[in-house]
């Protein structure tokens, strides 16, 4: 397999000099240039003719590079350099598959062709940022930006900007973005830390968004959208409970839910930030870590989301993940189990399986149908494939320092 | 937009003939031919470099012709001729997106490069077929055939056959096979029409597939399994309700539901078969076209499958499709109201508007996050294109007799 590695738009292969070549030499060379040329259709110099279904971005979080892997024989197809910070990063699809935008921490958005294996646009749009969005047609990538605090919508071809919306909050003061996610309908919504709101943003007009206010909470640190675009649901730092919002609803209102949601033995130490997005929905529950215990809570939508129990775990969770068909939930762990994966049966809410990957496990996310699951380790430079079903391990691939596994089929799911 | 014709797997562009070219005009062609082979990679004679997540097929039954169309810019990129009788077909991708396997009422099963707008393999493997599935994990399909009754599994990079299972049933007879789907952990399900059964198959050896077989009840003719992978259900043609599989339960039995379906106010004539797989899960709950009324059940997997609900429409409901995030359901309808297409909202329960698009409607596909919706137009040689939000008509395609729709998101979900 084709393994290149390609830094900035620079395509240094396709220059040619004629200057004191013969005939029979020109015709030669032009033959060649030809036969290259066809050949580079197929998975040549000039990028790969090859569906996009299957592919996934690898986050090499020292180096500022990414990995263009393929989940169908589970390879390494390319690497890009070039990315910058990406010591938090993530990653977000164009709705054919072929395009990744990279948001690297350091305020850095980058388009990268995963065909071409090469970025097509870059621009450094904020001082500080943790991530962003695409719209629900594609047209739009939006950036949630620390510093700055705000958000900023950028056309999804070409990078141009399109909007600002600096977060000032009805208290005046400006705030870290978080938790922006993408709704049905060209909308966003988003928290705000400091100034405890939620937004509702209508793009539909990109250049001109209008944004909707809740309140929202004490200093919401993450939020994130269900798969159905129904529910979003924020973490609340400064108090107890989720801050919950009923898309459906008109006029939209945010209201508390899970009371007793982050009521650990101890208070978070402040560099602690939690992740929400690593929970997830399994057959209709809602599975989160739960915060400063060794647990994940299950709570109920259709029964005004009250908790309707909880799994005891080896450790604090981290990502909650589930697999596409909701049999099976996949846990990791902060450390000092950051080395351990548990997998809960949804059904009998039973821890049916431990794994001992490898040590600082950071991410996990599932193919498609999910019937393999891939895992960063960090800390020993490699990705590793498990089979859902049997457990067994099915590949390894090397990588440095991984973080976030991004594969392209979140470009047809929502909040993601 | 390309819009290139082209059958069987020949390419004919690629023959130069060299014998009394002069030296300048050599080097001229051979340059010519380079510029032509580096532009294949872009979208030349040689097939397209491109997301795959944005493609799909609309069937063109009266020719035997598939058109490749993609839902970004909303164009037909190609047509690929030579696939027999389609006047009955239906498609599943491989899990990359690149591939459609093309099933059609004659036995013929086609591999179709979408990039390459041509068929790579074909075989004719049954009498009378109507449709197939792909296993979870894209390396094995499997064919359902009337004559002679039974399943065909082939490799699904090569139609090399597989295995071969006649669909006898415990009284000793040959069924047509319907409601063939694929489930989590590389099996399948499918219904046996004369005998009365459902099979879950193991398809994990796929040279030695292991069948359990359920009873279902009288002349099952049509099932299919929930998004999740989770629910079996088949329509009963001898009996009124349906049957019911819970795909979690070991071992798995079948169970009659929703004791009142199919009974309308007269028996449907034998010729009219209906379609079960135009019925959605939608916020949890199943909508299905009611029987002989001119109406759609909704009904609660939650609830031990009761009815919860009907809604009255225009006509005898066909298809009944959920969009992506479960807010919208669309409703075509039999003749005479077939020039008629309703949504329903799936919060108020309420018909929210009745579109008129043309006669004929066939058939209805969402793009993968649902923000529109491609209808065919069967007797009018036009495809149309809806926005789900404001129901304004996008775009209009033409296509000659279309019938199926169908998206490669299909890849990723089960039972597609």
Redesign the interface.
Known sequence: MADRTTSGGRSARRTTSRKHWT?PL??AA??A??????A??AGGA??????????GVVIERAAGRIQVV???GMTRLATVAGLGDLSHASVV???????AYVFGRDGGLSRVDL?RARVTHRVMQAGNSIGGAIL???SVVAAQNYAPGGIRLFDAATLEPLAEIPAIGRDGRRSKVVGLADL???RLAASLFESGEIWIIDAADPRHPQVTRLDAGREPYDGLVTP???WYLAGLFGEDGLALVDL?QTPPAARKVLAGYGRGETRLPVYKMPHLRGWAMA??QAWLPAVGRHEVLVADP?RGWQESGRVALAGQPVFVMARP???QVWVNFAFPDNDTVQVIDT?TRQVVRTIKPCRGVLHMEFT????AVWLSCRDEDRVEVYDT?SFARLATLPADNPSGIFF??R????GM
Chains 1, 2 share one sequence.
């Open positions: 005939g020109k015709l032009a033959l240039l030809a036969a290259a040329g066809l580079g259709c000039d990028g790969m003719m090859r569906g996009t279904g299957d592919l393929e989940t169908s699809f164009s709705r054919d598959g072929r395009y065909l629900q047609d594609g049905p309908g060209r159905d675009g129904r459906w057959q209709g259709a068909d909701g049999r059904a498609p149908k999910g019937e079903a392209t089929v470009a047809q799911r929502f």
